[in-house]
C-alpha cells in the first residue's frame, strides 16, 4: 500500500486570466490530519473542489487512495465524505431527513443509521429540533446540522471546509473531539482548511500554508515555528506570507475573485 | 443494484410538493382560469362554428397544460438547488449521476401526474365527460409519459444553467409557445402552414392529441402516432438531459 492517501502533484486551475491556484504539490499521510491554512480566497476551496470531483484541474495530477478524480470518480467518491464551506442542506426537508437522505446515499443501514443521526443530532445540540425543517434554523444550527450530516458514514478520508466557521466555542469542542476519536480509532484521514492559526496549531498534524494560489510552506507546527524563529504559528504565517492572515486587502487580485463569485465562473 | 438513492430523491420531490400547499394552490390557477375564460367564453362561439361541445375539447389540452407547466418546473428546479448548494451534496455521492437524475425524473414526473390528475377532477366538475370511463386508466400512463418527457427537458436545459436569470426566457420563449402552439385550445385542422410547422415538432402537440384520443374518442395524428411520437422525445431528451446532468461542476 502507498505511504500516502492524496498525492498532489503540480496542481493548477485556471478561471479565465485568473490563477486561483497555482502548481501546487502536496501529500498527506494515511491516517494523519492535515490542515491547509490560508486568508481567503487563497485557493483552499478550488482545492477541495477539485480532489472531491466538483471540479477538473487545468493542468496537474491527483491520486486519492490511488484513484485518480478526473477519469475515475466513482471510486474516489466512495472513498471520501466533505462538509462544504457554504450551505448545502435542503430547506424543505427537516433536520432528521436531511441526515436520512446522507444514510441513504451512503449506504449507512439501520440499526447503525439510526443510532449514529441521533448520536450525532446529540453532539450538536440538534436532536429537539430534528422534526423541524430546516429552512426555519438559524445560520448555526445550520452549519451545525452541516457538520453532523457530514459525519454519518465514516469515510476513509474526510475533507472539512471551514468546518468552524461560524460555529459556538462548545460545539468546535465537541466537533473536534469526535473527529479525533474517528481519525484514532478508525484511521480516518482527515483533510480541512482553515483560516484560524489555533486551529490549526492543536488539532493538525502537518500544515500546508497556502497564500494566493500558492504553497508557501508546509510541515508540522512545531517545525514551521522553528524555521521561522518564531512562537506562534500566527506569527510564522507573517514571517513567511509577509503579511499578517487577518487583514483582508483589498488588492487586484481579490478584486477579481469578488468579480468570479459574482459572475459565476 | 442499489434502489435507496433513486428512492430517496423520489421521496423528495413528492416531500417538497406536498410541503408547499403554495404552490400546488398555484398552479391551480392556470387551469382553471383558462376553463373558465375560455371554456365559457369561447364555448358558445365554437358551438355555433359547428365544433361541438367545447369544454369537451379543451379539457385535455388544459390536462396537458398543467402536466406541462409542473414536470418542467421540476426539472428547472435543479437551478434553485444548485444555488441553495443541495445539488453539490448528492454530485459528490457515490451514486452514479443517471441514478440521481432517475430519481429526480421520476419524483418530478409523479408530482406532474398527481397535479393532472387534480386538473382531470376539476374538469369534471365544469361538465368533462370522457367517452368511457375506463378510457380514465389508459390516460394515466399517457400523463405520466408526458410528464417525463417534459421533466427531462427541464433537466437538460436547468444542467446548463448558472442562475435564475434565465428562467423568464424559458418561460416566454420556451414554455409558453408550447402552450399555445400544441392545439391545446384549438384544432389543428386548417392552420396557416407556418403555425402548422411549429405544431409539428412540438411535443405537447402529441401529448394533447394523444389525451384527446382516449379521453374523447377524437384525434389528429392517431393514439400510435402520437405514441411513437412521445416516445421518441422522451428518447432524445433523457439522453440529452442525463449527458447534461452528468457535465454539471459545481
Same mark, same amino acid.
Given at each position: ?56 484541474? /487545468?493542468?496537474?495530477?491527483? $491520486? ?32 432528521? *431527513? ?16 439510526? *443510532?449514529?443521526? *441521533? ?24 452549519? $451545525? ?18 468546518? /468552524? ?5 462548545? /460545539? ?16 480516518? /484521514? ?76 | ?11 423528495? =420531490? ?12 398555484? +398552479?391551480? %390557477? ?8 375560455? %371554456? &365559457? ?14 369544454? =369537451? ?11 406541462? &407547466?409542473? @414536470? ?11 444555488? &441553495? ?29 398527481? =397535479? ?30 408526458? +410528464? ?12 446548463? !444553467?448558472?442562475?435564475?436569470? +434565465? ?37 405537447? @402537440? ?17 393514439? !400510435? ?26
Amino acid at each position: 500500500m502507498e505511504e500516502n492517501i492524496i498525492v498532489v502533484k503540480n496542481l493548477t486551475k485556471q478561471f479565465k486570466a485568473f490563477k486561483a491556484v497555482d502548481d501546487i504539490s502536496f501529500n498527506v499521510h494515511h491516517g494523519e490530519i492535515f490542515a491547509f491554512l490560508g486568508p481567503n480566497g487563497a485557493g483552499k476551496t478550488t482545492t477541495i473542489k477539485m480532489l472531491t470531483t466538483l471540479l477538473h484541474p /487545468t493542468q496537474g495530477v491527483i $491520486r486519492l487512495n490511488n484513484f485518480d478524480p478526473l477519469h475515475q470518480q466513482h471510486e474516489v467518491r466512495k472513498s471520501f465524505g466533505i462538509v462544504f464551506q457554504d450551505a448545502s442542506l435542503d430547506d424543505e426537508l427537516t433536520a432528521y *431527513e436531511n441526515m436520512e437522505f446522507h444514510a441513504v446515499f451512503y449506504k449507512v443501514k439501520n440499526p447503525l443509521k439510526k *443510532e449514529r443521526i *441521533e448520536y450525532l443530532l446529540k453532539l450538536v445540540d440538534l436532536w429537539d429540533r430534528r422534526k423541524s425543517l430546516v429552512k426555519t434554523f438559524s445560520g448555526g444550527m445550520k452549519r $451545525r446540522l452541516e457538520i453532523a450530516r457530514g459525519l454519518i458514514h465514516h469515510p476513509k478520508i474526510l475533507f472539512l471546509d471551514e468546518p /468552524t466557521l461560524g460555529l459556538d466555542p462548545q /460545539t468546535r469542542n465537541h466537533m473536534w473531539e469526535y473527529i479525533k476519536q474517528l481519525n484514532k480509532k478508525e484511521g480516518m /484521514t482527515v483533510f480541512f482548511t482553515t483560516h484560524y492559526m489555533e486551529e490549526a496549531d492543536k488539532v493538525a498534524d502537518r500544515i500546508a500554508i497556502i497564500d494566493k494560489g500558492k504553497i508557501i510552506h508546509q510541515g508540522n507546527p512545531a517545525e514551521l515555528k522553528k524555521i521561522t524563529k518564531t512562537k506562534t504559528l500566527e506569527e510564522a504565517f507573517l514571517k513567511l506570507t509577509g503579511r499578517s492572515i487577518r487583514t483582508e486587502e483589498a488588492s487586484s487580485i481579490e478584486g477579481m475573485r469578488a468579480m468570479k463569485k459574482l459572475w459565476g465562473r | 443494484m442499489n434502489f435507496g438513492p433513486m428512492y430517496v430523491m423520489w421521496l423528495r =420531490q413528492l416531500k417538497r410538493y406536498a410541503r408547499s400547499k403554495s404552490r400546488m394552490i398555484g +398552479a391551480l %390557477g392556470q387551469p382553471l382560469l383558462f376553463l373558465i375564460a375560455l %371554456g &365559457f367564453g369561447f364555448g358558445p362561439i365554437y358551438e355555433k362554428a359547428g365544433g361541438g361541445d367545447y369544454i =369537451q375539447f379543451l379539457a385535455p389540452g388544459v390536462i396537458a397544460m398543467s402536466i406541462l &407547466f409542473t @414536470s418542467m418546473f421540476s426539472g428547472i428546479e435543479i437551478i434553485w438547488d444548485r444555488q &441553495f448548494g443541495f445539488l453539490k451534496e448528492t454530485l459528490v455521492a457515490p451514486v452514479h449521476r443517471w441514478q440521481i437524475m432517475l430519481g429526480r425524473t421520476l419524483g418530478g414526473a409523479t408530482v406532474a401526474l398527481i =397535479q393532472g390528475i387534480i386538473v382531470l377532477l376539476i374538469c369534471f366538475v365544469f361538465g368533462f365527460r370522457p367517452t368511457h370511463f375506463l378510457y380514465l386508466l389508459v390516460a394515466l400512463p399517457l400523463m405520466f409519459l408526458i +410528464a417525463l418527457l417534459f421533466t427531462t427537458l427541464g433537466t437538460a436545459i436547468a444542467s446548463r !444553467l448558472d442562475d435564475m436569470q +434565465a428562467f423568464p426566457l424559458i418561460m416566454n420563449f420556451l414554455i409558453m409557445p408550447m402552450f399555445f402552439l400544441s392545439g391545446a385550445l384549438f384544432p389543428l385542422e386548417g392552420l396557416p402552414k407556418g403555425i402548422a410547422a411549429v405544431t409539428l415538432v412540438n411535443p405537447l @402537440s402529441y401529448g394533447v392529441d394523444s389525451l384527446r384520443a382516449v379521453l374523447i374518442g377524437s384525434s389528429h395524428w392517431g393514439l !400510435l402516432t402520437d405514441l411513437v411520437v412521445l416516445i421518441v422525445f422522451l428518447a432524445l431528451t433523457s439522453i440529452w438531459g442525463t449527458y447534461s446532468f452528468s457535465k454539471i461542476e459545481v
